[in-house]
């Protein structure tokens, strides 16, 4: 999430060039240049202790991934982030850039510190959600029967080799995939509410997949695999139905956060686009 290069790290270069261009020529330097040097000279430091701190940041987030409620994380968000992210915002906002260009260039960077304190406002809002999906643990146990499912499923395959898999795996995958691509990815993505993903789960899949599971198997590898990996799928849906609210408030607050962010670092990079247009052009 954050950007690749310091921002405007060849201001002292530039100024430098500033000062010889003003001690070769009696004229001095162009409204233009001298608008420029004005601007970078307050713009700079800024944004060098932004990225300081935006680095000390991620660090944090890195150490997260294991425990999205992680205390350390959101202690540091409140206390030092969030006020430091506040006066940034507030001393963008004070910078008065004289010239068209460099006005155009400024609302990017006001629009760069506005998105990076929604980032931390919204991160730090949903720590109740993580902590509740933590003390919950239903969250995790879903990701690791989905690891489960898919091992089984590679594993019944694989049992198989060049034969022709039983009619019931085929049958348990046309129950699985409508499913995901109509109810459980578009809850991923907010646009079904998870009251209806849980109807479709205890109305249909569910029974789909018991009724299923109730077939007869063989005494083979091959059956013992396909019955243990229906039986995997029948409990990761059961526990979805009972979590699914709770999910998609995870990925709601995961989502939102992350927009944020790329919203900071698109308008970043146009900021430093504008900047080094400028300067070719000073």
Request: aromatic share 8%; with cysteine.
């Amino acid at each position: 999430m954050r950007h690749s290069t310091r921002p405007l790290a060849l201001v002292p270069v530039l100024l430098a060039g500033v000062a010889a261009v003003v001690g070769s020529t009696c004229c001095g330097p162009s409204d233009l240049e001298r608008q420029y040097g004005a601007y970078v000279s307050v713009a700079d430091p800024l944004l060098e202790q932004e990225s300081e701190r935006w680095d000390r940041i991620v660090n944090l987030i890195k150490k997260r991934q294991g425990d999205a409620a992680m205390p350390r994380y959101y202690a540091y968000l409140r206390e030092t982030a969030l006020p430091y992210y506040t006066e940034f915002r507030d001393a963008v906002l004070t910078i008065d850039p004289e010239g068209a260009r460099l006005t155009e260039a400024h609302v990017e960077l006001v629009r760069f510190a506005e998105a990076r304190l929604e980032f931390l406002h919204l991160e730090s809002n949903g720590e109740a959600v993580y902590r509740r999906a933590s003390e919950d643990g239903s969250l995790i146990a879903i990701q690791t029967l989905v690891q489960e499912g898919e091992m089984l499923r590679i594993a019944y395959l694989k049992s198989v080799g060049d034969d022709v898999p039983d009619a019931k795996f085929g049958e348990m995958f046309q129950i699985i995939d409508p499913f995901t691509s109509r109810y459980f990815q578009p809850m991923q993505q907010q646009l079904v509410d998870p009251s209806e993903v849980q109807v479709r789960l205890r109305s249909h899949v569910i029974p789909a997949l018991k009724e299923l599971q109730r077939r007869k198997f063989g005494d083979s590898e091959q059956d013992r695999l396909l019955k243990l990996c229906i039986a995997k799928w029948v409990e990761w849906h059961e526990l979805l139905a009972k979590t699914c609210p709770l999910l998609q408030e995870v990925m709601r607050t995961k989502t939102n956060s992350e927009q944020a962010a790329k919203d900071a670092e698109a308008a970043l990079g146009e900021f430093l686009k504008h900047l080094e247009k400028i300067r070719l052009d000073r």
